[in-house]
């Protein structure tokens, strides 16, 4: 993982060149075994640290949205909407920040838009191992108009996977009904957050700090590999996103 103005590990160069002291001349060996001990435990707990990134939009690809900061529900958060009608995805691509393997964390919020169409549900979400130009992607995202209906077909479908471009959603619903979805309580235009877990072909979700997943994917369906992180919208949707924090 690349973090955008990320420390680097610390050295034991130095460590290793230093001269030794002569009153530590009689434990000088496991004095400086101690001491390189400490430094690398100290590094493995830096890099697999949670790693707060900035939502600020020059640090942004932005890809059929548009991207403002603001203050919204108590806190500075951006919003995403969609910068005008397109079958495209609609995504905001963090530059300088790259996953295989890891966890993002976020707080979300999705409504549908004034004017949206009757079956926008406020789809926000996030996408990972984001390729180059956006060609292909993960994504785990939530419906938070379906959490509450009377209606216990669409609260089954609260949270989805889908994989760009090869498996969205009807595909998958179709192909493997209810296998990529789950229901989880939601709210639309609320902060809910958000925890996804990536490891090789398997993502957890967990939703509103619970301990256990609300939807388990073994078998993502693109290669694992290096990619970016992503914000994402569907149609017709307000998006705000706050309190990204990344770890591998």
Not at 61 to 79: I, M, P, W
Not at 123 to 146: C, D, S, W
Not at 213 to 230: F, S, Y
Request: glycine content about 10%.
């Amino acid at each position: 993982m690349r973090l955008t103005g990320a420390l680097p590990p610390p050295s034991l160069a130095g460590l290793a060149t230093s001269r030794k002291s002569p009153a530590c001349e009689g434990g000088g060996h496991l004095l400086g075994f101690t001491q390189a001990l400490l430094l690398l435990i100290f590094a493995a707990v830096a890099l697999g640290a949670d790693r707060p990134v900035a939502l600020d939009t020059s640090h942004l690809d932005l890809r059929g949205v548009k991207a403002e900061a603001v203050q919204y529900r108590g806190r500075t958060a951006l919003k995403l909407v969609e910068a005008s009608q397109s079958e495209e995805p609609a995504l905001a691509v963090l530059k300088n920040v790259m996953l295989r393997d890891g966890t993002i964390q976020i707080e979300v919020s999705g409504a549908p838009a004034a004017g949206a169409v009757e079956g926008a549900r406020g789809f926000v979400g996030v996408a990972f191992r984001v390729a180059p130009e956006a060609k292909r992607f993960e994504y785990i995202y939530l419906r938070p108009t379906n959490g509450r209906v009377d209606d216990q077909v669409r609260r089954n479908h609260s949270v989805q996977y889908a994989s760009h471009p090869d498996f969205p959603w009807p595909r998958l619903r179709k192909e493997e009904p209810e296998k990529y979805e789950s229901y989880v309580d939601l709210e639309p235009g609320v902060w809910t957050k958000m925890r996804v877990v990536i490891s090789g072909r398997t993502a957890r979700l967990y939703v509103h700090g619970a301990a256990q997943p609300t939807l388990v994917v073994t078998d993502l369906k693109i290669e694992p590999a290096q990619g970016a992180i992503a914000l994402w919208i569907g149609p017709g949707t307000v998006g705000h996103f706050s309190n990204l924090v990344v770890s591998e």
